[in-house]
C-alpha cells in the first residue's frame, strides 16, 4: 500500500516520544500542514457571522445594532427619534437626517454625520478642504493622522 502523499510517516509512531501526541492517524502518519493550534472544523471569522451580522470585537452582532449601526463602532445617538436603520443601514433621524454619537476607526464625525478618511472636504478635521493648490491631497502624515499635503520632489509637504 502506497502513503498518502498527504501525510509524512511517523518512524516513531510506537514510541511513547512528543510526536505521539501530534498522530491523529491509526497508521502512524501525521499530517503535513497540520497546525496543532488550530480545529480543522474551525470557522474563518469572516464566516462565522450571519449575513445581516457584524463581527465586532469577537462577537457577532446584528448590523442594525444602535452600537455598531453598519460598522463597529458606529454609535447612534442616544435620541429616541434617532434609529439605524436603511441599507445599508445607518443611524438617521425620520427623513435621512445623520444622527451618530460615535463614528467607526478611521472616520471622523463631522456635525451628525461619520466621514471615512482621507476625504477632501473634511481632511484629518471637519471642513478642512483640500483644494488649493490644485495638486493638494488630503494624505496621511507620518504621525498617522490625515492633512492636505501636496508633493514636493520625493516628499510630501503641507499645503
Known amino acids: 500500500m502506497r502513503p498518502n502523499p498527504a501525510y509524512v510517516h511517523d518512524a516513531g509512531a510506537g514510541d511513547a516520544d512528543a ?16 497546525d496543532p493550534d ?17 463581527l465586532c470585537d469577537d462577537s457577532c452582532v446584528q448590523e442594525v445594532d444602535p452600537e455598531n ?3 463597529c463602532g458606529a454609535v447612534c445617538t442616544s435620541d429616541p427619534a434617532c434609529s439605524c436603520s436603511g441599507s445599508p ?3 438617521e433621524f425620520p427623513g435621512g437626517r445623520a444622527c451618530y454619537d460615535a463614528c467607526p476607526a478611521g472616520e471622523l464625525r463631522c456635525a451628525d454625520d461619520c466621514v ?9 478635521a471637519c471642513s478642512t478642504h483640500c483644494d488649493s493648490p ?8 507620518d504621525a498617522g493622522s490625515f492633512e492636505c ?5 520625493e516628499d510630501w509637504v503641507s499645503c
Open 19 to 34: 510526536h505521539d501526541a501530534d498522530i491523529d492517524r491509526d497508521d502512524g502518519e501525521v499530517p503535513i500542514d497540520a
Open 38 to 54: 488550530v480545529e480543522p472544523d474551525a470557522t474563518p471569522d469572516a464566516d462565522r457571522c450571519a449575513p445581516d451580522e457584524l
Open 69 to 71: 449601526c453598519g460598522a
Open 89 to 91: 443601514p445607518r443611524c
Open 116 to 124: 471615512a478618511q482621507p476625504d477632501e472636504m473634511h481632511c484629518g
Open 134 to 141: 490644485a495638486d493638494c491631497e488630503c494624505r496621511e502624515n
Open 149 to 153: 499635503l501636496r508633493p514636493s520632489g
